[in-house]
């Protein structure tokens, strides 16, 4: 195959959700679909529960499980597709915003009787802040649901996305009947003892007016259908696959993920339309996937499990070329060139090293701490990705070292743990004192966990009280000295000495804003 061959047939995209809404019950059934696993249930969940704040062995199970599941790649149809997963839970939603960048399209779960949830709306913001071309799947009809015209009008407005449903559900709950597949014309009639890759049998109606359809579901609930099918034609346009492209519509089908109904119609859809990579943006001009020559950045680094190893995996996304085994790259940020003897590529749960990587692809690559988030690899050309951002954190504390004598060991473990984007390190122009900022509160407990556990160090929290950290700068300098002399109490670095302006509340920084009109003040590190 050629290299273009190889791309063109590359799926990579991540599903995403609220927690429960069956993200990984989806996961589950698509790697089922390409017999990358044979029983359900080998997906373990990533997710960490609720509550399970305090049980430090199951955040270090988990972590166990997220670089297994990181990346499953399997065949179907011909084309090669890359599921990336993403965490679950909330605290973790950095680590998803990253994997998005790695992503050329996403399929989002909603789950029937909730509807669109908060979770899904900020993934939703991500995803149009990038363009990336989204499929929404309405999970759980098997269960009591909000109405299906109910369901699209939320989407569209929660999700600020125009909707085209490509199947229409029958009814739901006790007595959901099948989905109507508009794209190809036929039924599929659910049944729901096919807990395994048993297919749902489908009927195909050429004409719905035909009787043959309430043969199949009832009189009731055939009209019903044929009412709804023609209110969908009317209503909304012919689906659009280059508006899905651009990001601006979103498909839509309805299932029961747990009873794999759906999920072929989907998959069939998916592989049909989805996007093979796209061009990626860097500093300075766009990349093409065709491009001869390798380019790629990491988006994850996953410290490994085993304490007596401190080795790490930094996950590569190719975005161009061909990367090979053993060949020369340059680490642009280093200007070093480095070589990789054993790059691992996944194929749902099993993990092998290749000898190449195409577009698309995901390469393990291993990391003995020398690489960061965003971090680019080429030929030779200095290219940096961009769309890697870091968010603002909502979370602060002060890090204080509770070990005098582990002095060097902290410090090692606090650049290494925010290099893998764990959290951010601020330091206080006041006091020289280190915060450590992040977007949930479960990671303060990762980092002093990991701390002692990875590194030996101990440390210890102190409160601090700040709205929201900020990256300012300003075309204004005698202004933005100005600004930084006021602030002054309130003005710390980042870890790559660019000024953060940290606001004690919202009235304090609308009122910043509003007193500084030549400052810009940033909410993602990207700018
Ligand atoms: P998540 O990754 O998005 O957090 O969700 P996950 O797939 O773990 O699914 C959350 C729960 O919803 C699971 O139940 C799962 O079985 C259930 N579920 C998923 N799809 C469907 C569906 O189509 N219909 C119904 N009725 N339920 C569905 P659980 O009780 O939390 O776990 P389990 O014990 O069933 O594994």
């Not at 709804?228 to 601006?248: K, N, S, T």
């Not at 577009?359 to 960061?372: A, E, R, S």
Request: contains cysteine; charged residues 25%.
């Amino acid at each position: 195959m050629t290299q273009q061959e190889e791309i063109i047939r590359r799926r990579t995209f991540a599903v995403i959700a609220h927690p429960d809404a069956g993200k990984t019950t989806l996961t589950e059934k698509l790697l089922l679909f390409g017999g990358a696993i044979h029983v359900a249930g080998a997906v373990k969940s990533n997710k960490i529960k609720k509550g399970a704040t305090s049980d430090f062995m199951e955040i270090e199970r988990q972590r166990g499980i997220s670089v297994a599941t990181a990346v499953m790649g399997f065949e179907y149809g011909g084309r090669k597709i890359n599921i990336l997963d993403t965490p679950g839970h909330e605290d973790f939603a950095e680590d998803t915003y990253r994997t998005l960048s790695a992503v050329d399209s996403v399929i989002i779960v909603i789950d029937g009787a909730k509807g669109v949830e908060a979770q899904t709306r900020k993934l939703m913001n991500v995803c149009r802040m990038r363009k990336t071309p989204v499929i929404v799947f309405i999970n759980k009809l098997d269960r009591p649901s909000k109405e299906p015209f109910d369901l699209l009008d939320e989407v569209e407005k929660e999700l600020q996305i125009r909707v085209r449903p490509l199947a229409f559900p029958i009814s739901n709950g006790p007595t959901f009947k099948g989905v109507y597949n508009l794209y190809e014309k036929n039924l599929s009639l659910f049944t729901s003892d096919e807990r395994l890759t048993a297919d749902a049998s489908t009927a195909e109606i050429a004409d719905l007016a035909s009787p043959e359809l309430d043969g199949y579901i009832g009189s009731k609930y055939a009209e019903q259908l044929r009412q709804d099918v023609e209110l969908v034609e009317g209503v909304y346009d012919a689906f659009d696959r280059d508006a899905y492209l651009r990001g601006e519509l979103a498909p839509v089908f309805f299932g029961s993920a747990v009873n794999n109904f759906g999920v072929r119609e989907l998959l069939e859809c998916f592989i049909r339309i989805a996007p093979s990579p796209r061009p990626a943006p860097t500093e300075t001009r766009e990349v093409e996937a065709a491009e001869a020559k390798m380019t790629g950045f990491v988006f994850k680094i996953h410290a490994n499990m085993d304490p007596n190893h401190r080795d790490r995996i930094a996950f590569l996304k190719i975005c161009s070329g061909t990367f090979e085994r053993n060949r020369n790259y340059l680490h642009v940020r280093s200007g070093k060139q480095m070589k990789f003897s054993s790059p691992t590529a996944f194929m749902a749960e099993k993990k092998s090293v290749i000898d190449f990587a195409f577009p698309g692809d995901i390469v393990g690559l291993h990391d003995t701490g020398n690489f960061k988030i965003g971090d680019t690899f080429t030929e030779g050309e200095k290219l940096k990705f961009t769309g890697i951002p870091s968010f603002a954190p909502e979370q602060f504390r002060y890090i204080e070292n509770a070990d005098p004598l582990k002095f060097k060991q902290l410090a090692k473990g606090i650049d290494q743990l925010m290099d893998e984007g764990v959290a951010q390190l601020f330091t206080s122009a006041l006091n020289g004192r280190k915060i450590i900022g992040t977007v949930g509160a479960l990671q303060f407990e990762v980092i002093q966990y990991r701390l002692e556990h990875e590194y030996g160090a101990a440390c210890r929290w102190e409160p601090i009280s700040i709205h929201k950290a900020c990256w300012i700068d300003s075309d204004n300098a005698a202004q933005l000295a100005d600004f930084k002399r006021r602030k002054h109490t309130n003005m710390a670095t980042d870890k790559h000495g660019r000024d953060v302006f940290l606001a004690d509340t919202s009235y304090a920084l609308a009122l910043a804003q509003e007193n500084f009109k030549d400052i810009r003040f940033h909410f993602t590190s990207e700018f």
